[in-house]
């Protein structure tokens, strides 16, 4: 059944506000992952993609945080910005998570809606994403918001860990 998402509201955040994209990650990702990936390896991904040190100087670098929020609880966050490979044209959707019990309602295709149009208001004309190869769900939702996949890519992110991932994009 659809959810209303009258309550639903997709915010900026600001650099004071990062430790609440921490607080989602930390409890999202054991939720979303546990699935296909070791509890080493998200307790180690978490440290290396979401401490908030990390995530200061992503933005200190010009990314884009968003925090979502159902009324006023935060359920989910997202962040996006230009592409190291390609900046001029291309932007990269580095997290898109929401809450599991928020899943299927429709609010992740709010959130991918919204990334689009502000990547589009700011001139680039490609989206790119990774996504984990095992991460059905997450693949099935990009695909039926027009992402495609264009490559794989295995990462070694060091501690014993890959990435194996698939990229996606969608033209702008």
Same mark, same amino acid.
């Given at each position: ?26 409890? /999202? ?10 509890? $080493?390896? /998200? ?31 935060? /359920? ?27 899943? $299927?309602? $429709? ?38 918001? $027009? ?22 994009? /969608?033209?702008?």
């Amino acid at each position: 059944m659809p959810y209303d998402v009258a309550n639903i509201t997709i915010c900026s955040a600001s650099k004071e506000e990062l430790p609440i994209v921490v607080d989602l990650a930390e409890r /999202i990702w054991p939720q979303v992952y546990h699935k296909f990936l070791s509890d $080493g390896q /998200i307790r180690y991904m978490l440290k290396m993609l979401y401490d908030l040190p990390v995530l200061k100087k992503e933005y200190a670098a010009g990314t884009r945080f968003d925090l979502v929020f159902d009324g006023g609880e935060p /359920i989910g966050f997202a962040s996006y910005g230009p592409c190291p490979v390609h900046p001029h044209f291309c932007a990269k959707l580095h997290k898109l998570y929401l809450d599991t019990k928020y899943h $299927g309602r $429709g609010i992740g295709t709010m959130v991918l809606c919204h990334i689009i149009k502000e990547t589009r208001d700011r001139e680039y004309r490609v989206l790119h994403l990774n996504v984990n190869k095992k991460n059905q769900t997450a693949i099935q939702a990009y695909e039926r918001n $027009g992402f495609h996949k264009i490559e794989e890519s295995v990462t070694d992110i060091g501690g014993g860990f890959i990435m194996d991932d698939y990229i996606m994009e /969608i033209k702008l």
